[in-house]
């Protein structure tokens, strides 16, 4: 294979890609069937369908709901802790939502890139498999009789594939509403803050005083003392949701007869500053776990409008958070690749039972096999990552370890895109032959031949 002359890195060829045009229509035009039956809904398809069959395959599992599923158990230990703490649990809406309980309700802008088609499945132009719980605030907000509310769901997101990204993974969106009318509001602020049972984790968070500023708005329609004293509510609920999880991973651990150092180092966490659409101002937080910083949890003090929308009185305001909940199973339970929660394998399932944090044990590592596409685009063509990744699962499913971008090059006189991706190829619980990984590779050239006139280099 050629070595490129221009080769950006990935990362900044994904970033690349995504504010660009993608996709012709012609592509999925006769793939789909003219309707898609899920939940007893019978959706019409169109031009914006691009949900393949697998996917919706795996809108079935429910792994949340499955008490002796690492997903299901972890579900339950944070509900555990949240129980005599005012909040309702959610955990059974359905994954299709509309454009306007995912997005726009939200606020998200028109050209926001969630939107497009190379990053979120669509049933449809109106209908689409929710790309995070967020989508259900609206009605819980107008449901719910307690200060708050939890939702746990799965959610679903066109994405690359490797070890920690999964097409579809589960959120868990926790709320909390107050009105400003209650008497002695602030004090009632500081009297539920004190309520909320004391971690000894270590916070790095430089703007804990002062949470808002210009690039971090607080909204007009509260005071500054009641911004901070919210967001301080905000901050304390999910350590407290933090600590509770990593330490029964750390006793489990110990239990386990680990000794591992990390295990006696007090558990750490900063804040960030984030921005989502809905939200104002905005944090992250991040635990710092065997030595990295990992992104657990986006939230912020929600804008009033969706508080309106919601149909909720102008007195209302609040706080909301996601959290992810597949990275944390993994560390919490050991398991090596996010694929391995959606294995039917009873060698994997019998290893879990309802309330414990058992230490997955590997039951053998099979060999992937590699193999690269290299093809030259035509013209004017683009051609998106996910797009690749798509037509990769679509044929391997869960045999595809990872799909990496790893050559390209423009060609200095016909000016000619040429792309090499490689995929590895590997399967949890069996060997691969070359054979058949053969046949599954022609369907992905062939996809890619079809659909975007790509020339096989
Ligand atoms: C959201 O999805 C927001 N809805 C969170 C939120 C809720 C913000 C309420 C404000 C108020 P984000 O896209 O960052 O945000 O995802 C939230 C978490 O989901 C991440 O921190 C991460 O832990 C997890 N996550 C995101 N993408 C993936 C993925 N592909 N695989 C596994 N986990 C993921
Ligand atoms: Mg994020």
């Not at 949240?82 to 939200?106: H, M, Q, R, S, W």
């Not at 679903?156 to 909390?176: C, K, L, N, S, V």
């Not at 009297?191 to 703007?207: A, F, R």
């Amino acid at each position: 294979m050629r070595t490129a002359k221009i080769v950006p890195l990935v990362t900044s060829l994904r970033s690349r890609l995504s504010q660009l045009p993608v996709w012709t229509a012609r592509a999925y035009s006769t793939k789909y069937p003219q309707e898609i039956q899920l939940d007893g809904q019978s959706y019409k398809t169109d031009e914006w369908t691009n949900v393949p069959p697998y996917i919706l395959e795996l809108t079935k599992r429910q792994l949340h709901q499955n008490p002796n599923h690492p997903i299901g158990i972890l579900r339950d230990l944070i509900q555990s802790n949240f129980k005599d703490l005012g909040y309702t649990f959610y955990n059974n809406f359905k994954p299709a939502v509309t454009t306007v309980e995912n997005f726009d309700i939200l606020g998200f802008p028109q050209d926001h890139p969630g939107r497009s088609k190379s990053d979120t499945y669509y049933l449809n132009k109106t209908h689409l498999l929710r790309t995070h719980t967020s989508a259900h605030e609206h009605e819980c907000f107008l449901d719910c009789k307690t200060p708050g509310y939890f939702i746990t769901a799965d959610v679903y997101r066109r994405d690359e594939i490797d070890r920690t990204h999964y097409p579809a993974f589960h959120q868990m969106e926790g709320a909390r509403i107050w009105s400003k009318d209650t008497p002695n509001f602030e004090e009632q602020l500081v009297k539920d803050i004190e309520s909320i049972p004391k971690t000894n984790i270590i916070v790095e968070d430089p703007v804990r005083d002062a949470p808002t500023h210009p690039g971090n708005p607080k909204q007009d329609y509260m005071t500054e003392k009641q911004a901070q004293l919210i967001s301080i509510h905000l901050k304390k609920t999910i350590e407290f949701l933090v600590h509770n999880v990593f330490e029964t991973a750390r006793e489990s651990a110990k239990l386990a007869g680990s000794t591992e150092p990390y295990l006696n180092e007090p558990l750490k966490v900063r804040w960030v500053e984030a921005y989502f659409p809905w939200t104002s101002p905005s944090f992250e937080i991040e635990v710092w776990w065997k030595g990295e910083w990992l992104e657990c949890c986006g939230s912020g003090i929600v804008n009033q409008q969706v508080l309106l929308n919601a149909g909720l009185t102008d007195d209302k305001l609040g706080w909301a958070f996601g959290i992810g909940l597949d990275r944390i199973a993994m560390l919490l339970f050991g398991i090596p690749d996010i694929r391995l929660f959606w294995s039917l394998d009873e060698r994997f399932s019998l290893q879990f039972q309802q309330g414990k944090i058992a230490t997955f044990v590997p039951y053998s590592k099979y060999p992937g096999i590699d193999r690269d596409i290299s093809f030259w685009l035509p013209g004017d063509s683009v051609l998106h990552e996910n797009d690749v990744m798509e037509y990769v699962r679509s044929h391997a499913g869960d045999l595809a370890e990872s799909v990496v971008l790893i050559d390209e090059f423009v060609h200095p006189k016909t000016g000619k895109k040429s792309q090499c991706y490689r995929i590895n190829y590997q399967s949890m619980d069996r060997s691969l032959t070359r054979d058949e990984i053969n046949v599954i590779h022609s369907k992905v050239e062939n996809d890619l031949v079809d659909n975007f006139d790509v020339s096989i280099r």
